[in-house]
């Protein structure tokens, strides 16, 4: 299984360019996360969507973007690139089920440096 | 609002000896994840506690749940190097949190 496949994995943007980081799982979970992970710090949640066409946003929101038009695939929008947006995101995924014991699975991440 | 605080935050400690992470949440939930992380790598999922009372156990490594307290714990027995990570913590329902990490560095 590939689980939850993040593109690319290393990037280099310059101040005020955008993008889109890619996020696609297989496991059919309804339940993905994106965070991101500044140098020798813990996770902080940017969006998140509990199903196709929801999504919410968590604790560092601003200066993203998120779209759920699919089950499988949750992409992340930086538009106007800023220094402070250079970090590792990671995609994450989990099942909805109440009382699963699966974990929540994530991707190996993103690199991103903006210059 | 959903917190999730760890301590301590960085750990240094010798081969064979024992010790606790703690794990504080803010808010009442149905789940808590206890996940590993190397250097430059992703997170590997350790353990999921679902209840009250939860306690779970692989190799050197024992959590626990206490939904009372809000409190759960990461428990360390006879640490040996290759358990050198930083160890996060995951709070939370729809909406999941993580605390900022225990830096966990065990010496020869």
């Known amino acids: 299984n590939a689980g939850v496949t993040q593109t690319p994995k290393f990037r280099i943007l310059k101040i005020g360019q955008s993008m889109t980081l890619q996020c696609a799982q297989d496991?059919?979970?309804?339940?993905m996360y994106w965070y991101r992970q500044d140098p020798g710090m813990g996770l902080k949640l940017i969006y998140y969507?509990?199903?196709?066409?929801?999504?919410d946003k968590g604790e560092v929101p601003n200066g993203y973007n998120v779209s759920r038009s699919t089950t499988e695939d949750f992409p992340l929008r930086l538009e106007l690139a800023a220094p402070s947006q250079t970090s590792v995101y990671f995609c994450?995924?989990?099942?909805?089920?109440?009382?699963?014991?699966?974990?929540?699975?994530f991707g190996d991440g993103t690199r991103l440096s903006i210059l | 609002e959903l917190k999730v605080e760890q301590n301590p935050l960085f750990l240094s400690m010798q081969e064979g000896k024992n010790y606790t992470i703690y794990c504080n949440y803010s808010?009442?939930?149905?789940?808590l994840y206890w996940y590993r992380q190397d250097p430059g790598k992703s997170l590997e999922s350790l353990f999921v506690?679902?209840?009250?009372?939860a306690v779970k156990q692989e190799g050197r490594l024992m959590a626990s749940l206490d939904t009372k307290a809000r409190l759960s714990t990461l428990h360390i027995t006879a640490a040996v190097h290759d358990l050198s990570a930083t160890y996060f913590c995951?709070?939370?329902?729809?909406?999941?949190?993580f605390g900022q990490g225990t830096r966990l560095t065990i010496n020869p």
């Open positions: 994450a995924s989990r099942p909805s089920a109440s009382g699963s014991n699966q974990p929540q699975h």
């Open positions: 496991m059919n979970h309804n339940y």
């Open positions: 969507s509990v199903g196709a066409g929801i999504t």
């Open positions: 808010t009442t939930s149905d789940r």
């Open positions: 506690l679902l209840s009250n009372g």
């Open positions: 995951g709070w939370g329902a729809q909406k999941l949190v």
